[in-house]
Every structure is written in structure tokens, then in C-alpha cells.
């Protein structure tokens, strides 16, 4: 069974930081492209990052390119998202989500098919 469970969220002024970690299990971790996408309150999901398999190649949104960065370490199987320069805008629940193709990676691909319960994360002063 896949799971995917996300934390290190939580409430930040905004110009803050935050790191996100997700911990997955059920799949091998490794073969598979990894996606960061989020739902702010009211509207529907935005992707916002995604990364290869062995991590090298990543690929962000206009709106957090230049602020977060997508990592991943495939020996804990993990998958993280450092979050810089925060804006009351990025505030959303934060989700992992798996890529459907095994050993594939593209960089416009924004396809998932499993995602974990989420982390909240509020950017306000």
C-alpha cells in the first residue's frame, strides 16, 4: 500500500522559512519522479514542484521558482521542500504525490496518482 505522510508545517511570519518533509512508503521510492502540489483555501490543487528519480533534474512553478527547492534523499526515502522567502500567498496545504510512471521523468509532467493527507502551512504576521 503507498503512503505518503507529510510534516513540518505550521504558521510563519511572512519573509520566513519553512522545510517540508514527506516519508513514503508501499512503492520503490527511487523509480519513481516525485511532485510537491498544494491547495489554498477555496481554490483548487497548484503544482508546484517536481523531480526526477535520482534527484538531479527538478522543475518548479512561476509563482515559488527562485523561493523553494525540491530535494529528495531515495536512501530514506524522503522527499523534501525547503520554502524561503514565504508569502501570505503560499499559504495552502502542503502534499507529496507520486508520479504514475515508473523509471520516467518530465519536467512539464504534473500528473500524480497517489498524494498523502497534507501538511498546513500559514504564512501571516
Known amino acids: 500500500e503507498v503512503q505518503l505522510v507529510e510534516s513540518g508545517g505550521g504558521l510563519v511570519q511572512p519573509g520566513g522559512s519553512l522545510k517540508l518533509s514527506c516519508a513514503a512508503s508501499?512503492?520503490?521510492?527511487?523509480?519513481?519522479?516525485m511532485n510537491w502540489v498544494r491547495q489554498a483555501p477555496g481554490k483548487g490543487i497548484e503544482w508546484v514542484s517536481n523531480?526526477?528519480?535520482?534527484?538531479?533534474?527538478?522543475n518548479y512553478a512561476d509563482s515559488v521558482k527562485g523561493r523553494f527547492t525540491i530535494s529528495r534523499d531515495n536512501a530514506k526515502n524522503t522527499l523534501y521542500l525547503d520554502m524561503n522567502s514565504l508569502k501570505p500567498e503560499d499559504t495552502a496545504v502542503y502534499y507529496c504525490?507520486?508520479?504514475?510512471?515508473?523509471?520516467?521523468?518530465?519536467?512539464?509532467?504534473?500528473?500524480?496518482?497517489?498524494r498523502g493527507q497534507g501538511t498546513q502551512v500559514t504564512v501571516s504576521s
Open positions: 504525490a507520486k508520479s504514475p510512471r515508473l523509471d520516467y521523468y518530465s519536467g512539464s509532467s504534473v500528473d500524480y496518482d497517489y
Open positions: 508501499g512503492f520503490t521510492f527511487s523509480r519513481y519522479a
Open positions: 523531480i526526477s528519480l535520482g534527484g538531479r533534474t527538478t
